[in-house]
């Protein structure tokens, strides 16, 4: 095989630009929300704290994932073409597992921190520490690498003999998986239940963390008190559930479900609607940040 066939958005030309048009909307939305976010980070010197740190950390992610699948999706409908070179396929996919991975072990080091803040203020300076923060971050990147360099290779040592047509605007797993001669793709399943076991662990940890959170909350006497502490999770909250609803739903929707459309849809919601509302969801209730962007 020299190369993949993605699914095309439209067939007639002005359907094709105003594919390319959207997306090219989507994508400047994404790169000048997380362009703004990461800038005012590192630019302003209050803001060097572990709750931003980890921000800036998930902004990078945000702008790896988007730039990974859209400007190719945009370059077709452009150019009028379908075609995706082997290796840029192999690409994508190690790419896409990268970002999808690190991001959620971020979001859970991301929920630890909040937990930290509001259940041991006392002991938040020695627990979250500027080198415990560099570290926990530099686990979510390398977890992110690690499984992403596991199943891309997995899926890639497969026999694929039902042809090259990829059911998707970017190049995934499942949809690979599709092509592989019928036996192969068992090794592949073993993989992924070891990352879902991982994952589901992930989950409870942020569920668990949550629990805690509000209970402690709950019991803050002051009005003031809670609404500020509500202020400092419920961003990170926001995002957490916006990607593990749009990505559950993606992968653990009933196949009676499935519709070419609709499968189209759901990917577009998980892999494209998260990096660009993440900003958008952080700066919205965070009076630091504004000020820091105002400046």
Known sequence: LNDFLLLAFADTRELQLLHFSLFLGIYLAALLGNGL???AIACNHHLH???YFFLLNLSLLDLGSISNTVPKSM???LWNTRAISYSGCAAQIF???FFMSAEYSLLTVMAYDRYVAICKPLHYGTLMGSRA???AAAAAWASGFLNAL???ANTFSMPLCQGNVVDQFFCEIPQILKLSCSDSYLREVGVTV???CLGFGCFVFIVLSYVQIFSAVLRIPSEQGRHKAFSMCLPHLAVVSLFISTGMFAYLKPPSLSSPALDLVVTVLYSVVPPTANPLIY????KELKDALKK
């Open 283 to 286: 700066s919205m209730r965070n």
């Open 133 to 135: 923060c560099v570290k």
């Open 75 to 77: 370059a077709n409908s």
């Open 150 to 152: 596991l199943h891309t």
């Open 49 to 51: 704290i572990p709750m």
């Open 194 to 196: 070891f990352s879902a």
């Open 95 to 97: 790419l896409f597992a």
């Open 37 to 39: 976010i990461i800038t």
